[in-house]
């Protein structure tokens, strides 16, 4: 059919379909591209336009009775400008239809990506199945504004979750916008970039010399012998409890003083070093492997062959108990307080951080707390600089001795 000027009384006067003719189209002679299509029951108005490499796309504009002929036409006028500026409509639909929602992100890509690279993947699955894929799983990623995630960070505070907790999850959420934007999933701003983090009050916990002494001699009167040695080797290194229960007679090497880590917390492999102490408490292990000879751990199951030993908690209550330990003392902080040991004795927090593996300072700065003596020490040194510590102390006059009384 010919062009034609496309109106409201046009398409009200259109006159019935011929006999087997599903629809029948009307081109606009005044905006070229503007179309209306006659069908049986309907007439629906599309724009048909070129993009850059010269391929042919039709946008579905709407229904009459649902839009007007003026409004078809108007915004068929606005996608014709846009294409002159080198846009191409179908292509933006497509590329926003495109974007996953947060629960297909997390399932298909976030989730894989974690599990192949963190040791603490467990702990992100868990985060984003109990609070944040519930709060904003069914929004695509593109939705997310910072207002929903302050409502998130905002219940769970009201949860009563502890500071650290909430700041775990705000920190997953916050890792998962900045890899979906470098993965080009979506364009914008990352709605987590400054999620509101709360402070966190670290604990203060760490064994005093004569607490260390008193709770090996309760490990070394303990029933459970390998379970002893587990918590006696964790003193001793700073080595977290999973790398000492899962550790191989493979990983272990005597001789150098050294007990590698295949793959850390931090996804690498770590080398633990050995002082004497350490390597004692391995030899003793080596000489009961008889017992179990085909079993590859240094800390062996009595239970299941060929498995590491399933747990010490049983041993380290016995021994804090024995050792007259605080209650809320955790296996932790066996770590935490050979992080202090090495603090006090001068050694710099860069080496301390080689030792107990971390990637950050910030995070051996946790860990390293100097004793009382040790700072008084430290303070003592700008006297000695000055030459103050042989001259006798400045006496207060007996005025000023009556004013401060």
Do not use: C
Not at 60 to 83: F, I, M, N
Not at 89 to 95: D, G, I, L, S
Not at 216 to 223: E, K
Not at 341 to 365: F, K, R, Y
Request: aromatic fraction near 6%; charged fraction near 25%; proline fraction near 6%.
């Amino acid at each position: 059919m010919p062009a034609t000027t496309i109106t409201r009384s046009l398409v009200q006067k259109l006159p019935p379909l011929p006999e087997g003719a599903a629809k029948h189209r009307i081109f606009d002679d005044r905006l070229v591209g503007f179309i209306a299509e006659q069908r049986r029951t309907t007439v629906t108005f599309y724009f048909r336009y070129k993009d850059a490499r010269g391929r042919q796309h039709e946008v579905r504009l709407g229904r009459l009775g649902d839009v007007t002929v003026d409004q078809a036409r108007r915004r068929a006028e606005q996608l014709k400008a846009k294409v002159s500026l080198g846009g191409d409509p179908v292509a933006e639909k497509a590329k926003l239809r495109a974007v996953p929602t947060i629960d297909e992100f997390a399932r298909d890509r976030y989730l894989p990506h974690v599990q192949e690279r963190q040791r603490s993947a467990h702990n992100v699955e868990a985060y984003l199945r109990k609070r944040i894929l519930p709060a904003l799983g069914k929004k695509a990623l593109d939705e997310v504004t910072p207002q929903d995630v302050a409502e998130l960070r905002r219940k769970m505070v009201a949860e009563g979750l502890a500071n650290g907790t909430v700041n775990r999850h705000l920190a997953t959420l916050r890792a998962m916008f900045n890899l979906a934007m470098k993965w080009e999933l979506y364009e914008g701003k990352n709605p987590a970039s400054s999620p509101g983090m709360l402070r966190e009050v670290h604990r203060d916990k760490y064994l005093s010399p004569a607490e260390t002494q008193a709770l090996f001699r309760a490990l070394a009167a303990d029933p459970d012998e390998t379970a002893a040695a587990v918590l006696a080797l964790l003193a001793v290194t700073g080595a977290r409890r999973g790398e000492a229960l899962k550790a191989r007679w493979e990983n272990v090497d005597l001789e150098r003083g050294l007990l590698t880590v295949p793959r850390s917390k931090s996804g690498r492999t770590r080398h633990i070093p050995l002082s004497a102490v350490a390597v004692a408490i391995l030899r003793r292990q080596l000489a009961k492997r008889q017992l179990h000879p085909d079993n590859p751990y240094v800390f062996p199951s009595a239970r299941r062959a060929g498995a590491p030993v399933e747990g010490v908690r049983g041993a380290w209550r016995r021994a804090r108990i024995a050792a007259g330990l605080p209650e809320d003392l955790r296996i932790h902080d066996l770590r935490h307080s050979f992080a202090s040991a090495l603090a006090n004795a001068g050694t710099p927090l860069n080496e301390i951080g080689t030792v107990l593996g971390h990637t950050q300072l910030s995070t051996t700065q946790r860990y390293a707390h100097h004793s009382p003596q040790r700072l008084i020490d430290t303070a003592t040194t700008a006297l000695r600089a000055w030459n103050l510590l042989a001259l006798p102390a400045p006496v207060a006059s007996e005025a000023e001795t009556q004013n401060a009384a």
